[in-house]
């Protein structure tokens, strides 16, 4: 942006005034706008369509809207804009007011249009220099945050270049892939490298939560909207503003939950759970899902509209086993880093272990793979890790078709044994996660803890912590009541 090219709007309702400073300001700048009342210039400062402007100059009392309602929707629009306010001589109140508001600078009337001129000119100076700091520091938080992010393959430099690429704009973005790739981590990446990074990234699980927990987390409620809302609730819509929200699963939301995410995102605005004021929301939106939307969809499961809202720029992490490169970056990776952090340093992998690891499917990709090695690196006893101490590759290994091959034995067997034996399974290898556990034996967070329910499978680590699980982490685990119902 050269300061010839700015944008400038003049808000005045004096029209021989307003033209003046017009014409005046043409001279210098490309583009100037004109408008007579405040409702008008809201108007104008609200449209979508077109950039922020740079500067605005606009009188304070105006027809229609004041100055102060002008100077807030600007503000609103983009805090980068510089707002010249012209004041009556002597009502210096009214300025002080103005710039407690945000206002860049003020000139008094009767105008001097040369002293004008320069504030327009301070004006889109600094607007030009913020917008330059915002671009550098993006830059540089883009470039901090993939420092973490390991690989090298294609597919995942893609993925990260459209990233980098959408993270500057107020784009909502889809990310997409199986459970482990590295959605969430995506998502932090582009928060981080976006104008909003000194926001807020507020993030929701929307599969951890049963439907009518979920719409007081989102958008909050008042006292006494239903039986045990004894405060009001700030939800993360709200608490998201000027900042990023991230719903996770979000394949995994009820119908109805979904009606109400796609009117929030259609309008911007929602209400808590039993208000009436009409709240409004600037929260950047990120998704993230492991399911198949498509097929969701088809099956009437997830609605169509809500999914074109939610997927303008979709993001999409391939499985780890179709990127063999990044496999064994991030094998060397985490042995370097788990080896440091346990105080345990081996010197690589044998070549038996590495055949192992590229064998295998890892259903629960890059999570998995940390969690295996985690593992080894506790149980090698060799200077290297070798394929003895990788606890994997039971019953899945690249080559034989996702590798269910269990046989029925002649003498029969419990469906309801294996079926716990597998739960079990799932739970160890994922750490007793139960959103990944669920992830792998590919049913529901919710079916997973039924089944855990009802199978009597406990884990030392759940009863520790289960005060702060049941408001946050794992709150299905009890079956929805009626108390939860408004
Ligand atoms: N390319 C990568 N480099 C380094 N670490 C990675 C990479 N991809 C994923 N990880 C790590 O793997 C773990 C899983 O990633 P993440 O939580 O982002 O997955 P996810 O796709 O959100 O999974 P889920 O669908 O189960 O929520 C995290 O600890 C993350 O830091
Ligand atoms: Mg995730």
Redesign the pocket.
Known sequence: MTPDSARILVVEDNDTLRRGIAVALRERWEEVREVGSGSDAIECISDAQSDAFDVIVTDLRLPGSDGISVLRAARERDPGTSVLVMTAYGSIETAVEAMRSGAFDFVQKPLDLDQLELRVARGVDHRRLLYEVTELRAEQAARQASD????DSPA?RSALDLAKRVAPTRSTVLIT??????????ASLIHRASPRAEGPLVKVNCAALPETLLESELFGHERGAFTGADRQRIGRFEQANGGTLFL??VGDTSIATQAKLLRVLQEQRFHRLGGSQLLRTDARIIS?T?QDLGSRIAEGLFREDLYFRLNVIRIH?PPLRERPE?LVD?AH?FLSELGAEMRHPLRGFTEAALEKIRGHDWPG???EL?NTLERAVLMAEGPRIDAEDLSILVGRSAGDDRGWRRELPAEGISLRDVERELVIEALERTGYVQ??AA?LIGVSRRTLNYMIQRMGITHPAWRRNRGAEDAAEQPARRAPSDADTP
């Open positions: 973490r992010i390991i690989g995942l892939g199986e459970t482990g790739t590295g959605k969430e981590l995506i996770d699963e993230a492991n992490l990044d991030l990776h990709n890059v999570r940390h959103k990944d992830a």
